[in-house]
């Protein structure tokens, strides 16, 4: 069973960065597919980014276009989520997750997912 652990949450003011790591022991994450996933108090899990394990295609909810980065550092083993220009509605337990058969188009489908990390609280407030 992949095992998928997040880190690098925190509390944060309103325009800060935070920088997200996942990464999975024992497993090699570039052979694999890696989303971020925010779940808020009162709401439903979104999808926030991806990155695809074959030509490193990024997707990106429209939220957070422009101020959120996903990359892979294949030598750490890590996929990173660079958060910047932080808001008070990216205030969410964030997760990293993966898949066995995924599909660009679907990548934002929380139900397609097969393996979650426990999460990370990122919250952002003055």
């Known amino acids: 069973q992949i095992q998928l652990v997040e880190s690098g949450g925190g509390l944060v003011q309103p325009g800060r960065s935070l920088r997200l790591s996942c990464t999975a022991p024992?497993?090699?994450?570039?052979?694999?597919?890696i989303s971020w996933f925010r779940q808020a108090p009162g709401k439903e899990r979104e999808g926030v980014s991806s990155i695809s394990s074959g030509d490193g295609s990024t997707y990106y909810a429209s939220a957070v276009k422009g101020r959120f980065t996903i990359s892979r550092d294949k030598a750490k083993n890590m996929v990173y989520l660079q958060m910047d220009n932080l808001r008070p509605e990216d205030t969410a337990v964030y997760y990293c997750?993966?898949?066995?058969?995924?599909?660009?188009?679907?990548?934002?489908?929380?139900?397609?997912?097969?393996?979650w990390g426990l999460g990370t609280q990122v919250t952002v407030s003055s």
């Open positions: 024992g497993f090699s994450l570039d052979h694999f597919p």
């Open positions: 997750a993966t898949a066995h058969v995924w599909y660009p188009s679907e990548w934002s489908a929380s139900g397609n997912y097969d393996y």
